[in-house]
């Protein structure tokens, strides 16, 4: 039996992709993005981590 295997990169992917994003806009879009970053960045929550622990314990007790 052969086993088959991927390597898992460790890679901040998403400061990767807000540099690749942010690069390729042009004038006009990355105007926008700029009126809309710090409105969208106010929306991204940093959940306590009772909070997750809640959650997994609640999802673990559905099995």
């Keep these: 039996m052969a086993e088959t295997f991927t390597f898992k990169q460790l890679t901040n992917l998403n400061g990767v992709m807000k540099t690749d ?3 390729n806009l042009e004038g006009d879009e990355q105007m926008f993005y700029n009126s809309l970053r710090a409105d969208l960045d106010l929306l991204q929550k940093q959940p306590k981590l009772q909070t997750i ?3 997994l314990d609640y999802s673990k007790s559905l099995r």
């Design 21 to 23: 994003t942010i690069e």
């Design 53 to 55: 622990h809640y959650i």
